[in-house]
Protein backbone atom coordinates (compact mmCIF):
# COMPACT_ATOMS: atom_id res chain seq x y z
CA UNK A 1 0.00 0.00 0.00
CA UNK A 2 1.40 3.74 -1.17
CA UNK A 3 2.35 5.51 1.78
CA UNK A 4 2.78 9.18 1.32
CA UNK A 5 5.00 9.72 4.15
CA UNK A 6 7.71 7.50 3.29
CA UNK A 7 10.91 9.51 1.68
CA UNK A 8 11.73 9.02 -2.40
CA UNK A 9 13.95 5.60 -2.63
CA UNK A 10 17.51 7.02 -3.15
CA UNK A 11 18.62 5.10 -6.04
CA UNK A 12 16.07 5.78 -8.38
CA UNK A 13 14.61 8.99 -6.97
CA UNK A 14 11.04 8.06 -8.23
CA UNK A 15 9.77 5.12 -5.68
CA UNK A 16 9.15 5.52 -2.43
CA UNK A 17 11.70 3.78 -0.05
CA UNK A 18 9.33 0.90 1.15
CA UNK A 19 12.27 -1.45 1.51
CA UNK A 20 13.12 -2.10 5.15
CA UNK A 21 16.30 -4.13 6.26
CA UNK A 22 18.14 -3.15 3.59
CA UNK A 23 21.96 -3.97 3.88
CA UNK A 24 24.71 -1.14 3.09
CA UNK A 25 26.81 -3.60 3.38
CA UNK A 26 26.58 -7.17 1.75
CA UNK A 27 26.07 -10.04 4.36
CA UNK A 28 28.37 -12.38 2.93
CA UNK A 29 31.54 -9.61 2.71
CA UNK A 30 31.30 -10.08 6.95
CA UNK A 31 29.59 -12.86 7.29
CA UNK A 32 32.74 -14.72 8.97
CA UNK A 33 33.10 -11.52 10.98
CA UNK A 34 29.63 -11.26 12.69
CA UNK A 35 28.02 -14.67 12.32
CA UNK A 36 28.02 -16.95 15.59
CA UNK A 37 31.11 -19.17 15.88
CA UNK A 38 30.90 -18.33 11.59
CA UNK A 39 28.01 -19.83 10.78
CA UNK A 40 26.10 -19.96 7.57
CA UNK A 41 22.60 -17.67 7.15
CA UNK A 42 21.09 -14.84 8.60
CA UNK A 43 19.69 -13.76 12.20
CA UNK A 44 23.17 -14.97 14.11
CA UNK A 45 25.05 -12.27 14.09
CA UNK A 46 26.97 -10.53 16.76
CA UNK A 47 28.24 -7.25 16.37
CA UNK A 48 29.75 -4.46 17.86
CA UNK A 49 29.82 -0.97 16.68
CA UNK A 50 31.96 1.42 18.36
CA UNK A 51 31.20 5.28 18.83
CA UNK A 52 32.41 7.52 20.72
CA UNK A 53 34.05 6.14 23.83
CA UNK A 54 31.56 3.22 23.76
CA UNK A 55 30.25 0.59 21.95
CA UNK A 56 26.31 -0.59 20.51
CA UNK A 57 26.10 -4.58 20.18
CA UNK A 58 24.00 -6.50 17.79
CA UNK A 59 22.59 -9.47 18.57
CA UNK A 60 20.43 -11.57 15.50
CA UNK A 61 17.43 -13.13 16.68
CA UNK A 62 19.02 -16.76 16.17
CA UNK A 63 21.57 -16.22 18.77
CA UNK A 64 21.50 -17.94 21.42
CA UNK A 65 20.96 -16.91 25.09
CA UNK A 66 24.23 -18.83 26.06
CA UNK A 67 25.91 -16.71 23.68
CA UNK A 68 24.43 -13.36 24.89
CA UNK A 69 25.32 -14.58 28.24
CA UNK A 70 29.04 -15.10 27.14
CA UNK A 71 29.53 -11.56 25.33
CA UNK A 72 27.36 -9.08 27.84
CA UNK A 73 27.76 -11.55 31.53
CA UNK A 74 24.37 -11.58 31.51
CA UNK A 75 20.70 -11.02 29.63
CA UNK A 76 19.74 -8.73 27.04
CA UNK A 77 17.55 -5.63 28.89
CA UNK A 78 13.95 -4.78 28.08
CA UNK A 79 15.62 -1.62 26.56
CA UNK A 80 18.21 -3.18 24.94
CA UNK A 81 15.79 -5.55 23.41
CA UNK A 82 13.45 -2.74 21.86
CA UNK A 83 16.65 -1.15 20.30
CA UNK A 84 18.43 -4.29 19.36
CA UNK A 85 19.51 -2.72 15.79
CA UNK A 86 21.45 -4.47 13.54
CA UNK A 87 24.29 -1.90 12.71
CA UNK A 88 25.12 -2.85 8.82
CA UNK A 89 21.48 -2.22 7.65
CA UNK A 90 18.86 0.75 7.18
CA UNK A 91 15.40 0.68 6.34
CA UNK A 92 13.51 2.91 3.76
CA UNK A 93 16.57 4.61 1.96
CA UNK A 94 15.46 1.75 -1.16
CA UNK A 95 12.63 1.17 -2.76
CA UNK A 96 11.54 -2.80 -3.74
CA UNK A 97 12.74 -2.61 -7.07
CA UNK A 98 15.74 -1.11 -6.52
CA UNK A 99 16.49 -3.36 -3.19
CA UNK A 100 15.78 -6.35 -6.00
CA UNK A 101 18.70 -4.80 -8.27
CA UNK A 102 21.18 -4.60 -6.33
CA UNK A 103 20.57 -8.14 -4.36
CA UNK A 104 21.34 -9.54 -8.25
CA UNK A 105 24.63 -7.89 -8.32
CA UNK A 106 25.07 -9.34 -4.58
CA UNK A 107 24.03 -12.61 -5.61
CA UNK A 108 26.35 -12.82 -8.97
CA UNK A 109 29.61 -11.27 -7.01
CA UNK A 110 29.26 -14.24 -4.17
CA UNK A 111 28.28 -17.02 -6.84
CA UNK A 112 31.32 -16.04 -8.96
CA UNK A 113 34.19 -14.72 -6.68
CA UNK A 114 36.87 -17.03 -6.22
CA UNK A 115 37.31 -19.08 -2.53
CA UNK A 116 39.62 -17.27 -0.34
CA UNK A 117 41.48 -20.02 0.20
CA UNK A 118 42.18 -20.09 -3.66
CA UNK A 119 44.11 -16.63 -3.57
CA UNK A 120 47.61 -16.89 -4.38
CA UNK A 121 49.83 -13.25 -4.60
CA UNK A 122 47.26 -12.22 -7.20
CA UNK A 123 44.50 -14.06 -8.46
CA UNK A 124 42.04 -13.43 -11.42
CA UNK A 125 38.60 -13.57 -9.99
CA UNK A 126 36.01 -15.08 -11.93
CA UNK A 127 33.63 -11.95 -12.00
CA UNK A 128 33.04 -9.85 -14.90
CA UNK A 129 35.35 -6.41 -14.63
CA UNK A 130 32.30 -4.02 -14.96
CA UNK A 131 30.19 -6.31 -12.62
CA UNK A 132 32.77 -6.32 -10.13
CA UNK A 133 33.05 -2.10 -10.45
CA UNK A 134 29.12 -1.66 -9.71
CA UNK A 135 29.43 -4.18 -6.98
CA UNK A 136 32.00 -2.25 -5.08
CA UNK A 137 30.73 1.23 -6.49
CA UNK A 138 27.21 0.52 -5.36
CA UNK A 139 28.72 -0.27 -1.31
CA UNK A 140 30.79 3.10 -1.58
CA UNK A 141 27.57 4.59 -2.41
CA UNK A 142 25.26 2.81 0.26
CA UNK A 143 27.71 3.41 3.08
CA UNK A 144 27.81 7.48 2.03
CA UNK A 145 24.44 7.86 1.23
CA UNK A 146 23.52 6.27 4.85
CA UNK A 147 26.37 7.93 5.98
CA UNK A 148 27.79 4.83 7.67
CA UNK A 149 31.19 5.64 9.61
CA UNK A 150 30.74 9.08 8.84
CA UNK A 151 31.55 9.25 5.26
CA UNK A 152 30.24 11.00 2.56
CA UNK A 153 31.15 11.51 -0.93
CA UNK A 154 30.98 14.65 -2.16
CA UNK A 155 27.40 15.48 -4.18
CA UNK A 156 29.07 15.27 -7.53
CA UNK A 157 30.66 12.24 -6.83
CA UNK A 158 27.74 10.42 -4.87
CA UNK A 159 25.41 11.77 -7.96
CA UNK A 160 27.66 9.87 -10.29
CA UNK A 161 27.37 6.78 -8.54
CA UNK A 162 23.92 7.17 -8.33
CA UNK A 163 23.55 7.76 -12.05
CA UNK A 164 25.41 4.74 -13.11
CA UNK A 165 23.94 2.22 -10.86
CA UNK A 166 20.40 3.03 -11.83
CA UNK A 167 21.54 3.60 -15.54
CA UNK A 168 23.11 0.05 -15.47
CA UNK A 169 21.50 -2.18 -13.18
CA UNK A 170 18.55 -4.57 -13.83
CA UNK A 171 16.60 -7.20 -12.33
CA UNK A 172 18.32 -9.77 -14.80
CA UNK A 173 21.63 -10.59 -15.41
CA UNK A 174 21.49 -10.36 -19.10
CA UNK A 175 20.45 -7.21 -18.82
CA UNK A 176 22.90 -5.83 -16.61
CA UNK A 177 26.05 -7.41 -18.86
CA UNK A 178 24.35 -5.84 -21.92
CA UNK A 179 23.78 -2.56 -20.10
CA UNK A 180 27.40 -2.61 -19.39
CA UNK A 181 29.02 -2.81 -22.74
CA UNK A 182 26.81 -0.42 -24.18
CA UNK A 183 27.92 1.77 -21.02
CA UNK A 184 31.83 1.10 -20.95
CA UNK A 185 32.55 4.36 -21.10
CA UNK A 186 30.58 5.70 -17.94
CA UNK A 187 31.96 2.52 -16.51
CA UNK A 188 35.69 3.10 -17.43
CA UNK A 189 35.57 6.53 -15.74
CA UNK A 190 36.47 4.58 -12.16
CA UNK A 191 38.72 2.56 -10.68
CA UNK A 192 39.66 0.47 -7.92
CA UNK A 193 42.17 -2.03 -6.32
CA UNK A 194 40.87 -4.56 -3.88
CA UNK A 195 43.33 -6.60 -1.74
CA UNK A 196 41.65 -9.75 0.00
CA UNK A 197 43.25 -10.93 3.91
CA UNK A 198 43.32 -15.29 3.59
CA UNK A 199 44.51 -15.49 7.27
CA UNK A 200 43.01 -18.23 9.16
CA UNK A 201 42.60 -15.90 12.20
CA UNK A 202 40.32 -15.30 14.63
CA UNK A 203 37.24 -13.62 13.22
CA UNK A 204 37.22 -10.84 15.75
CA UNK A 205 40.61 -9.93 15.02
CA UNK A 206 38.41 -8.27 11.59
CA UNK A 207 36.51 -5.31 11.39
CA UNK A 208 35.03 -2.66 9.28
CA UNK A 209 36.96 0.22 9.08
CA UNK A 210 36.49 3.34 7.47
CA UNK A 211 38.17 6.69 7.37
CA UNK A 212 35.93 9.65 6.25
CA UNK A 213 38.64 11.91 5.46
CA UNK A 214 40.65 9.83 3.25
CA UNK A 215 38.88 10.55 -0.41
CA UNK A 216 42.13 10.22 -2.97
CA UNK A 217 41.19 7.09 -3.26
CA UNK A 218 38.35 6.52 -0.88
CA UNK A 219 39.80 3.66 1.61
CA UNK A 220 37.71 1.34 3.46
CA UNK A 221 38.62 -2.47 5.13
CA UNK A 222 35.59 -4.67 4.77
CA UNK A 223 36.47 -7.70 7.17
CA UNK A 224 38.79 -9.52 4.91
CA UNK A 225 38.50 -7.18 2.31
CA UNK A 226 40.44 -3.71 1.55
CA UNK A 227 39.29 -1.53 -0.55
CA UNK A 228 40.21 1.73 -2.69
CA UNK A 229 38.27 3.32 -4.89
CA UNK A 230 39.51 6.07 -7.44
CA UNK A 231 37.03 8.66 -8.83
CA UNK A 232 39.31 9.88 -11.70
CA UNK A 233 42.34 7.67 -12.79
CA UNK A 234 44.83 10.74 -12.18
CA UNK A 235 43.94 10.18 -8.78
CA UNK A 236 46.10 7.10 -8.73
CA UNK A 237 49.31 8.91 -9.72
CA UNK A 238 49.08 11.14 -6.57
CA UNK A 239 51.21 10.68 -3.71
CA UNK A 240 49.62 7.77 -1.42
CA UNK A 241 47.61 8.09 1.50
CA UNK A 242 48.99 6.08 4.50
CA UNK A 243 46.07 3.41 5.15
CA UNK A 244 47.97 1.41 8.14
CA UNK A 245 50.23 -0.31 5.27
CA UNK A 246 48.07 -1.45 3.12
CA UNK A 247 48.80 0.87 0.55
CA UNK A 248 51.90 -0.53 0.17
CA UNK A 249 50.44 -3.26 -2.10
CA UNK A 250 48.65 -1.03 -4.37
CA UNK A 251 50.27 -1.61 -7.79
CA UNK A 252 48.81 -0.28 -11.17
CA UNK A 253 48.69 -3.72 -12.35
CA UNK A 254 46.40 -4.54 -9.94
CA UNK A 255 43.85 -2.14 -10.98
CA UNK A 256 40.46 -2.49 -12.09
CA UNK A 257 38.49 -2.73 -13.89
CA UNK A 258 39.98 -5.07 -16.57
CA UNK A 259 38.69 -5.55 -20.38
CA UNK A 260 37.59 -8.37 -18.71
CA UNK A 261 37.26 -9.89 -15.16
CA UNK A 262 38.66 -8.70 -11.96
CA UNK A 263 42.10 -8.74 -10.44
CA UNK A 264 42.44 -9.32 -6.71
CA UNK A 265 46.04 -8.64 -4.68
CA UNK A 266 46.79 -11.19 -1.56
CA UNK A 267 47.57 -9.16 1.77
CA UNK A 268 50.73 -11.03 3.05
CA UNK A 269 50.43 -12.04 6.69
CA UNK A 270 53.21 -9.10 7.83
CA UNK A 271 51.58 -6.48 6.13
CA UNK A 272 48.05 -8.18 7.83
CA UNK A 273 49.19 -8.42 11.43
CA UNK A 274 51.01 -5.10 11.03
CA UNK A 275 47.97 -3.30 9.60
CA UNK A 276 45.73 -4.58 11.88
CA UNK A 277 47.69 -3.56 15.04
CA UNK A 278 47.70 0.06 13.54
CA UNK A 279 44.83 -0.06 12.77
CA UNK A 280 43.50 -0.67 16.59
CA UNK A 281 46.06 1.39 17.58
CA UNK A 282 44.58 4.40 15.51
CA UNK A 283 41.11 3.79 17.11
CA UNK A 284 42.21 3.35 20.51
CA UNK A 285 43.71 7.12 20.52
CA UNK A 286 40.73 8.44 18.90
CA UNK A 287 38.73 6.68 21.75
CA UNK A 288 41.06 8.13 24.44
CA UNK A 289 41.08 11.58 23.10
CA UNK A 290 37.09 11.53 22.77
CA UNK A 291 37.03 10.16 26.71
CA UNK A 292 39.07 13.19 27.70
CA UNK A 293 37.62 15.77 26.35
CA UNK A 294 34.27 14.29 27.02
CA UNK A 295 35.36 14.42 31.14
CA UNK A 296 36.39 17.59 30.37
CA UNK A 297 33.57 19.29 29.02
CA UNK A 298 31.81 17.21 32.01
CA UNK A 299 33.67 18.80 35.23
CA UNK A 300 33.59 22.30 33.25
CA UNK A 301 30.02 22.54 33.65
CA UNK A 302 30.46 22.31 37.47
CA UNK A 303 34.12 22.84 38.05
CA UNK A 304 37.06 24.88 36.39
CA UNK A 305 39.00 22.31 34.94
CA UNK A 306 39.25 18.38 35.96
CA UNK A 307 42.55 18.07 37.94
CA UNK A 308 45.55 16.12 35.41
CA UNK A 309 45.62 13.28 37.94
CA UNK A 310 41.92 12.65 37.85
CA UNK A 311 41.46 12.54 34.74
CA UNK A 312 44.78 10.50 34.40
CA UNK A 313 43.60 7.86 36.68
CA UNK A 314 40.29 7.69 34.90
CA UNK A 315 41.65 7.00 31.42
CA UNK A 316 44.43 4.87 32.91
CA UNK A 317 41.11 2.75 34.70
CA UNK A 318 38.98 2.44 31.16
CA UNK A 319 42.21 1.54 29.46
CA UNK A 320 42.67 -1.27 31.62
CA UNK A 321 38.96 -1.83 31.46
CA UNK A 322 39.22 -2.21 27.47
CA UNK A 323 42.20 -4.73 27.97
CA UNK A 324 40.90 -6.87 30.70
CA UNK A 325 37.31 -6.59 30.94
CA UNK A 326 35.57 -9.61 31.61
CA UNK A 327 33.35 -9.78 28.44
CA UNK A 328 33.26 -7.98 25.50
CA UNK A 329 29.88 -6.01 26.42
CA UNK A 330 31.62 -4.93 29.71
CA UNK A 331 34.53 -3.69 27.87
CA UNK A 332 32.85 -1.24 26.24
CA UNK A 333 29.91 -0.88 28.17
CA UNK A 334 28.89 3.18 29.06
CA UNK A 335 27.30 2.30 32.32
CA UNK A 336 30.71 0.00 32.93
CA UNK A 337 32.73 4.08 31.98
CA UNK A 338 30.32 5.55 34.11
CA UNK A 339 30.31 3.37 37.25
CA UNK A 340 34.40 3.63 36.62
CA UNK A 341 34.39 7.95 36.45
CA UNK A 342 32.04 7.48 39.80
CA UNK A 343 34.25 5.22 41.73
CA UNK A 344 37.49 7.54 41.03
CA UNK A 345 35.56 10.72 41.68
CA UNK A 346 34.35 9.69 45.15
CA UNK A 347 37.17 8.04 46.01
CA UNK A 348 39.25 11.54 46.07
CA UNK A 349 36.30 13.34 47.51
CA UNK A 350 36.91 10.81 50.32
CA UNK A 351 41.02 11.27 50.27
CA UNK A 352 39.74 15.53 50.44
CA UNK A 353 37.72 14.97 53.19
Known amino acids: MYNPNL ?64 VLGRDLTDEELEHNINHYVKDNFLCTACEKRLSVLES ?34 RISITNFGGLKLVPKEKDKLRRLLDLVLNEDIEQILQ ?34 FQRRPYSIVLNKHVLFFYFKKSHFHQLEQDFFGYEKLI ?4 LNPTDSTEIVCKIPLTISEKAKTELLAFKSSK ?51 NAIIMDVFLKHIGQNQ
Open 7 to 70: PSCTLCTKNPADKSGSHIIPHFLIKSMVNENNSKGRDKEISHLIGGIAANTFFGRQVTPESIDE
Open 108 to 141: YYAENESKITDYQDCQINQVNSGMALLFWASILW
Open 179 to 212: NIQKHRDLISIFNYVVLIDSADTDPTSFFVFINP
Open 287 to 337: MISQLQIQLNNAFRQNFPEIPHNILFEITSEIITEYIMGETIGQRYSANRF
Open 251 to 254: NSHY
